[in-house]
């Protein structure tokens, strides 16, 4: 699974930084997950009536979610994937969380409320044209089984094509703000709890930072 190509691919259609990347899946094997891009910009909207004086609304740029339908084997293979991505893309760290089912009993609001986030329903923004910009047939059953069965979800924050180059202390990235592949890290096993979450420490910093 070639996460890189579809992260850069939209960087390259979109035009604007990245702020964040996120990966969900359903722990089925060979079923399809989504790719959500969170963006740093605003669009100019113009606003409803006669109004071609007034300035354009300002909005944010809304969230892209891919569905990715690509085969995968076993959980090694998405976090392998999530690695090269965060990698190349000079993510100071790659992030995994293991969610349970929110349907059972005894799971909170705040369960709930994150497993339709994971999959790009947010409560908060109900018109999905104003928070995400989708290319998902399955997405609604996709959070479904999320909510029955839990999922996954993986998450860095990229420097190159980023809004963090400017700020990125990280002695392991080249001038733009990535990385030459291959991966160092090789993957963790799951924790197999029914919350947990894993961090993969891929920046350095090899110099002495005087306060």
Not at 46 to 58: E, N
Not at 104 to 132: I, K, T, W
Request: aromatic letters at 8%.
């Amino acid at each position: 699974m070639d996460v890189v190509k579809a992260i850069t691919g939209q960087i390259e259609a979109v035009g604007e930084p990245l702020f964040a990347v996120s990966l969900t899946a359903v722990p089925c094997v060979n079923t399809p997950v989504l790719l959500m891009l969170h963006w740093h910009g605003f669009r100019s909207d113009p606003l409803p009536g006669d109004f071609s004086a007034a300035p354009p609304r300002r909005t944010p740029i809304p969230s892209s979610a891919m569905q990715l339908n690509e085969r995968w084997p076993d959980f090694a293979a998405l976090d392998q994937a999530m690695l090269d991505a965060a990698w190349q893309l000079g993510a100071w760290q790659l992030e995994r969380e293991e969610r349970r089912s929110c349907s059972v009993a005894g799971a909170s609001e705040q369960e709930a409320m994150a497993c339709r986030q994971a999959f790009g329903d947010d409560p908060f923004n109900p018109g999905e044209e104003y928070h995400l910009v989708a290319e998902t047939l399955d997405r609604q059953e996709m959070m479904e089984a999320g909510a029955r069965m839990g999922y996954l979800r993986w998450h860095f924050r990229p420097v190159w094509g980023g809004v963090w180059k400017g700020v990125a202390a990280d002695d392991s990235l080249s001038d733009d703000g990535g990385r030459t592949p291959p991966c160092p890290h090789g993957v963790k096993t799951l924790v197999g709890t029914r919350m947990s979450r894993t961090r993969y420490r891929l920046g350095r910093i090899d110099r002495i930072i005087l306060p």
